[in-house]
Every structure is written in C-alpha cells, then in structure tokens.
C-alpha cells in the first residue's frame, strides 16, 4: 500500500521557520515529480512547489517564492520544505503529492495529476 505521510507542521510566529517532511512508503518514488500543495481555511488547495524526480529543477508559487525551499532524497524515499520567514497567510494545511506532471503557462509554474497525496500536516504562523 502506497502512502505519503506528512510531519512537521505546528504552531508558530510570524518570521519563524519550519520543516516539513513527506515520508514515501510501498513503492520509490525516484521516478517521479512529487510537490506540496497547501490549503487554508475556507479556501481551495493551492500548489506551493515542486521539484523533479531527480531534484535538478524546482518550481515556486510567486508568494512562497525565496522563502520556502523544496528537496527531497531519494535514499530514503523523502521530501522535505523548508519554510522560512513564515507569514500568517501561510497558515494552512500542508500536503505532500507524487507523481503526475509539472507545466509553466506564462511563468507559472502549476503541478497536475498527482497520483497519490497524503493526508496533510497544519502549519499555523500567528502573528
């Protein structure tokens, strides 16, 4: 059984940092786009960043742009997103997603058809 499962999320102020990590089990996922996705309350599920199967090339949603950066070690099948100088906009429930594809229309950047997502880890910055 395929599962991704989040961890690090929490409560924080404004201009703290966290990291998430996104732990891959039942198969690798060496072969694949994998993401994090976020979304707040009352809100859609937005994409955050994304980085390629082989970690070479990443992509950022303008507002996370500088702040956040995405990783991940395929050893041992994990993603990671550090979040620095954290806003309270970021609040919000933070998903992990692998597979599918990554596209630019216009300079942005935007993550599609993901095949597997775990169940999210809450990420709450006070101000």
């Known amino acids: 059984q395929v599962q991704l499962v989040e961890s690090g999320g929490g409560l924080v102020q404004a201009g703290d940092s966290l990291r998430l990590s996104c732990a891959a089990s039942?198969?690798?996922?060496?072969?694949?786009?994998m993401g994090w996705f976020r979304q707040a309350p009352g809100k859609e599920r937005e994409f955050v960043a994304a980085?390629?199967?082989?970690?070479?090339?990443?992509y950022y949603v303008g507002s996370v742009k500088g702040r956040f950066t995405i990783s991940r070690d395929n050893t041992k099948n994990m993603l990671y997103l550090q979040m620095n100088s954290l806003k309270p906009e970021d609040t919000a429930v933070y998903y992990c997603?692998?597979?599918?594809?990554?596209?630019?229309?216009?300079?942005?950047?935007?993550?599609?058809?993901?095949?597997?997502w775990g169940k999210g880890t809450l990420v709450t910055v006070s101000s």
């Open positions: 997603a692998a597979g599918g594809g990554i596209g630019v229309r216009g300079e942005v950047p935007f993550y599609y058809g993901a095949d597997y």
């Open positions: 980085i390629i199967w082989s970690g070479a090339m990443t």
């Open positions: 039942g198969r690798t996922f060496t072969d694949s786009n």
